[in-house]
């Protein structure tokens, strides 16, 4: 491809299950060997899955790699399937083709830092650890625009810190939407990657798709008003069917699997007591509006899952409390109460009263039992107005100017609009026999109740 010609030459390979090799250039290899994405290696992608799936002990250092050299097959791929029409492509350069080249750096280096703010386990204790004042992504922006090993490999390219960084955010020049699209779209190389690795790593089916296929479904088409519309044709609309499909499946029988959400409570648990005995380190330092002053990147280079994993090493010997030996895989939360579905007045009804009832009964919430509850939505996309509008996926209709919604030709996409709740009421094992007992009698009086 002509942009190819000012790009660096990625002389440096990894290999990898699921792309074969990837390949970066000599600035990315230096963001890559810096002491924080290394650090990467040691936080797991998918937390304590591991618990529930043995081979599940990939990293976001993994993951990382690969949405870089996802994120690159689709741009090349959008540039290649819009016949190399460079006014499609956001440009104030006179050399358009070098302007693209550069945006192509931009989403590499932004793919690439996409989770460079994650914490020890991931999503799973981000808020609480976090305190509601930050997330990983205004973290990652910090460290973006602040470490020196990665600041300085991204300006050696004439780029701005500050230009990788607001892709993590929601505020960015129209010029690099298609980027945004790309790193945190509906369609994205993000969730391509994981889907993938994330299955392929668990030994399960749930997230596979048709990779290749995918990666080549994209195009640009230019719009009366606005960027130019990132679009599918008609022909593969079975590709983002498969695509959302296995997103929904995965999301229930991976992250949100019955087992791993137990696990993820009593983490939380775990470290609600670190910070009540002051044994957890203050990394950030935040102003009066939550904004990051200051992270201490000396401490963050080494807070990892292993770190945390030492404090619950410790605990557990000493017998401290009931977390650190769940931690320690020695037993786990159950769900007595468990239920998903799309039509929740029932079981909403169910779950409010078998509540009321453990209270009644003596039982303390975030002690004797956990309530858990969560609406799923498959893809933001599946909530698109008839417009199209900058932020939706359109599909191309032969015979048709501008850009179409993609559910009016979807009875597959239709289906999942309407979200999905997970009811679930969990337990310790001494607990589990009396309040499962209490939750069938508290179920049988209801449907008594109805049927009278």
């Given amino acids: 491809m002509d942009i190819l010609k000012y790009f660096d030459k990625t002389n440096h390979r990894f290999r990898d299950p699921i792309y074969g090799f990837i390949e970066v250039n000599d600035s990315e290899l230096k963001i890559i060997d810096s002491p924080i994405f290394q650090r990467l290696r040691r936080i797991h992608q998918l937390a304590l899955t591991k618990y529930i799936y043995p081979t599940a002990e990939h990293s976001r250092f993994t993951h990382s790699l690969g949405v870089l050299q996802s994120a690159t097959n689709i741009f090349l791929n959008i540039y290649k399937n819009s016949g190399y029409n460079k006014e499609l492509f956001s440009s104030e350069n006179k050399n358009i083709e070098q302007d693209i080249a550069k945006?192509?750096?931009?989403l590499r280096f932004t793919a690439l830092l996409h989770d460079i703010g994650h914490l020890p386990f991931s999503h799973a204790?981000?808020?609480?650890?976090l305190e509601d004042k930050a997330t990983h992504e205004t973290l990652g922006q910090y460290i973006i625009e602040n470490y020196e090993p990665i600041k300085r490999a991204i300006q050696e390219k004439n780029i701005k810190p500050s230009t990788v960084s607001m892709l993590l955010g929601d505020q960015f020049p129209i010029k690099y939407h298609l980027l945004k699209n790309i790193i945190s779209g509906q369609?994205?190389?993000?969730?391509?990657?994981?889907?993938?690795?994330?299955?392929?790593?668990?030994?399960?089916?749930?997230?596979?798709?048709?990779?290749?296929?995918?990666?080549?479904?994209?195009?640009?088409?230019?719009?009366?008003?606005?960027?130019?519309?990132?679009?599918?044709?008609?022909?593969?609309?079975?590709?983002?069917?498969?695509?959302?499909?296995?997103?929904?499946?995965?999301?229930?029988?991976?992250?949100?699997?019955?087992?791993?959400?137990?696990?993820?409570?009593?983490?939380?648990?775990?470290?609600?007591?670190?910070?009540?005995?002051?044994?957890?380190?203050?990394?950030?330092?935040?102003?009066?509006?939550?904004e990051i002053l200051d992270l201490?990147?000396?401490?963050?280079?080494?807070?990892?899952?292993?770190?945390?994993?030492?404090?619950?090493?410790?605990?557990?010997?000493?017998?401290?409390?009931?977390?650190?030996?769940?931690?320690?895989?020695?037993?786990?939360?159950?769900?007595?109460?468990?239920?998903?579905?799309?039509?929740?007045?029932?079981?909403?009804?169910?779950?409010?009263?078998?509540?009321?009832?453990?209270?009644?009964?003596?039982?303390?919430?975030?002690?004797?039992?956990?309530?858990?509850?969560?609406?799923?939505?498959?893809?933001?996309?599946?909530?698109?107005?008839?417009?199209?509008?900058?932020?939706s996926i359109g599909l191309i209709i032969e015979g048709k100017d501008e850009p179409e919604n993609i559910l009016h030709y979807s009875n597959i996409l239709a289906q999942l609009v309407k979200p999905i709740?997970?009811?679930?009421?969990?337990?310790?094992?001494?607990?589990?026999?009396?309040?499962?007992?209490?939750?069938?009698?508290?179920?049988?009086?209801?449907?008594?109740?109805?049927?009278e």
Wanted: hydrophobic content about 30%.
């Fill in 103 to 106: 945006q192509l750096q931009i």
């Fill in 125 to 129: 204790a981000e808020k609480l650890i």
């Fill in 187 to 290: 369609l994205d190389a993000d969730r391509a990657d994981y889907l993938l690795r994330d299955s392929y790593a668990c030994g399960v089916k749930y997230g596979e798709y048709d990779y290749n296929r995918y990666i080549k479904s994209f195009s640009l088409k230019k719009r009366e008003a606005g960027p130019s519309q990132l679009c599918v044709n008609e022909k593969n609309i079975y590709l983002i069917e498969s695509f959302l499909m296995a997103r929904y499946h995965y999301n229930l029988q991976v992250p949100y699997h019955r087992t791993r959400v137990g696990y993820d409570i009593v983490l939380k648990k775990y470290i609600e007591t670190l910070k009540e005995n002051d044994k957890f380190p203050n990394l950030i330092k935040y102003g009066d509006s939550n």
């Fill in 296 to 391: 201490d990147f000396d401490k963050f280079e080494m807070f990892d899952d292993y770190s945390i994993f030492e404090n619950i090493k410790e605990s557990y010997k000493s017998n401290e409390n009931i977390w650190s030996k769940l931690l320690m895989r020695q037993d786990h939360l159950k769900p007595f109460f468990d239920h998903i579905q799309n039509d929740t007045g029932e079981t909403q009804q169910q779950f409010k009263h078998i509540l009321v009832r453990l209270k009644e009964s003596g039982y303390e919430e975030n002690n004797d039992f956990f309530k858990y509850k969560k609406k799923l939505e498959v893809s933001k996309l599946l909530k698109q107005t008839d417009e199209c509008d900058d932020n």
């Fill in 421 to 451: 709740e997970i009811f679930r009421i969990y337990t310790t094992k001494d607990n589990f026999e009396k309040t499962s007992n209490l939750s069938k009698e508290v179920i049988n009086y209801l449907k008594k109740v109805d049927k």
